[in-house]
């Protein structure tokens, strides 16, 4: 297939221009936390490197068909001397594939002959909605259950078959990709020095070869128990980006049948691999929030309705690390609008938590740090736009950090199932209730010595500050759909205010007891597992206000940055080794 640039050589040369395309920084080669590791995890790395960009290849073909043929079109004009090319290959390499939203929610389209497909990489191109419905439909009164089961499940790819669909596993699509993978982990595990990091490898090495969920099971009950190793390696398995699947709720007669027949509908996955040197001191901060988790769950609202990861107990299952990130690849490193700055996997809906398994938090420090002069003015020129003055001192962007703790343990708390019946807004009221135990809890956690009330008047501040944004972003921009969402909320409820001017006040002594209220109303849209109940309640919410309209045009005024890019030069040395 013959492919057009999407964008004119101007705006791709304003696009990959430094104030435009912001670049994150992983570990460079001569990093001292690679230098003090011992010879054989330095030698592991090389392999994991290696195993983690066969798993973004893979994820590529997952987010859309066109994305390899694209690379090898991009690549191959590269070589002519494109210019074109150059410069959308550098877009390409950031946003991981074809298409994405930038940070002002406008679609970035790389390739000007292709359009978006809700079924990305996972159905049929040319599959629409109403056609994915009626043959489910169909299928199911035929009685093949199994089948359908298959197809609506979170680690298959769809095909059509005659009049049908059916469904392939992963691993049997992507065969010979996982089985070098899996060779790779193996590799890894017989120089690593971590004897528990090497039994979880060899366990994920097995679920490279063999399309068996139990095997990815037994693979996260072994990672989440890691908590002192000098490495980190994640396969991210997350589904908040699949758009067809999550529409069966939306078709009545389908959703009905799906009950009536027991069938679990579940998002298809994106993969991503994380690559990382542990931090011993970050870990150790981190940690300190270990011993109020089980206060934190009985302080959720309504927590004898249902059950949840972490229950009331002194045992908790849950593991923290901070990692110096060596390489993001696949889902977790496409800089899409952003990047995340931690992960609490594995997810409800994955296989492991039904065999005791527990969940593990990884914060990644490459992406949280603000280091250079010129990011730190434009910090101070973005407060300076848009918060009261008289609150700056309450301002503290290393803030961001405990309040990113607390979000990554709130998505432990509240009920632990029955979700996924929210469809498309499920991965909103996720996000958004993660944000709201975080700020729930910090009178407990003040009162119980963990913050100081200095420190808990900051992360507020910076927290509401933080969450402004430069335009109304789109349904499927979770994370940022959830910060409109209690923007309008803590508008509404007098806790923060936004002037004619867009200039944010906040009265600090409301904004607990407000967001203590939004989390017990959004526990009761997840326990009532009604889509319906939890569409109004996104967009009786989702309001993008005049005020936040004016603030978004100031902010646009301070900051240029439409995306972003990741640096690795350590990952691209190790990848480069000949072992």
């Not at 670049?23 to 330095?42: I, N, Q, W, Y």
């Not at 991009?74 to 074109?84: A, F, I, T």
Request: charged share 30%; with cysteine.
């Amino acid at each position: 297939m013959k492919y057009n640039f999407g964008l004119d050589i101007e705006e791709l040369e304003k696009r990959t221009s430094k104030d435009y395309l912001v670049t994150k920084k992983m570990l460079d080669v001569d990093a001292p936390e690679f230098e003090s590791l011992k010879d054989g995890d330095k030698k592991a790395l090389s392999y994991l490197v290696k195993a983690a960009r066969i798993i973004e290849k893979i994820n590529m073909q997952l987010d859309s068909h066109h994305n390899l043929p694209f690379k090898e079109f991009l690549e191959e004009e590269v070589k002519k001397g494109n210019k074109k090319a150059e410069l959308t290959k550098i877009l390409f390499d950031a946003q991981k594939g074809i298409f994405a939203l930038d940070c002002e929610s406008n679609l970035v389209k790389l390739a000007s002959n292709l359009e978006l497909k809700k079924g990305r990489g996972f159905y049929p191109d040319d599959l629409t909605k109403e056609e994915f419905h009626k043959i489910l439909i169909n299928m199911i009164k035929n009685g093949e259950i199994e089948e359908v089961s298959a197809i609506l499940n979170q680690r298959s790819v769809v095909e059509r078959d005659n009049q049908k669909l059916k469904a392939i596993d992963f691993v049997d699509k992507f065969a010979d990709d996982f089985k070098k993978a899996a060779e790779l982990l193996l590799r890894a595990s017989c120089v690593s020095t971590c004897i528990p990091f090497n039994e979880y490898l060899r366990l994920q090495s097995q679920a490279f070869l063999v399309a068996d969920p139990m095997l990815d099971a037994y693979a996260d009950k072994k990672w989440a128990t890691l908590q002192d190793t000098p490495l980190e390696f994640t396969i991210t398995r997350e589904n908040y980006t699949d758009e067809m699947t999550e529409t069966v709720y939306e078709n009545e007669e389908l959703n009905n049948l799906l009950k009536e027949n027991n069938i679990e509908v579940v998002s298809k996955d994106y993969l991503g691999a994380r690559v990382g040197i542990v931090n011993k001191e970050g870990t150790d901060y981190i940690l300190k929030v270990k011993d109020f988790l089980p206060v934190m769950a009985e302080n959720m609202p309504y927590n004898d309705q249902y059950k949840q990861v972490i229950g009331g107990d002194s045992k908790v299952s849950q593991t923290m690390v901070d990692v110096d990130l060596v390489e993001v690849a696949g889902d977790v490193g496409a800089f899409r609008a952003g990047i995340t700055l931690a992960e609490n996997l594995p997810n409800n809906d994955k296989l492991s938590l039904t065999i005791g398994g527990g969940r593990r938090n990884v914060y990644h420090r490459q992406i949280r740090f603000i280091t250079s002069e010129d990011a730190k003015k434009k910090l101070q020129e973005r407060l300076d736009a848009i918060l009261d003055k008289d609150l700056h001192k309450y301002y503290d962007d290393k803030m961001d950090h405990p309040f990113t703790i607390g979000h990554e343990n709130g998505h432990s708390l509240g009920p632990k199932s029955g979700c996924d019946a929210l469809g498309k807004y499920k991965s909103i009221i996720e996000e958004n209730k993660a944000d709201m135990v975080s700020l729930s809890m910090l009178d407990i956690l003040t009162d119980r010595g963990l913050y100081t009330e200095e420190e808990k008047e900051k992360i507020i501040v910076t927290y509401a500050a933080d969450n402004m944004l430069k335009s109304k972003p789109e349904l499927s921009q979770a994370h940022r759909v959830r910060s409109v969402m209690q923007n309008y909320y803590f508008i509404k409820e007098g806790a923060i205010n936004i002037s004619n001017y867009g200039v944010l006040t906040v009265k600090i002594d409301k904004m607990v007891e407000t967001a203590r209220k939004m989390l017990s109303e959004i526990i009761k849209v997840q326990m009532s597992q009604d889509f319906a109940k939890g569409e109004k309640y996104v967009l009786d919410n989702f309001i993008w206000t005049k005020e936040m309209e004016i603030m978004g045009q100031k902010l646009k005024k301070v900051s240029k940055r439409l995306n972003g890019t990741t640096e690795h030069k350590l990952a691209d040395k190790l990848f480069e080794e000949d072992i």
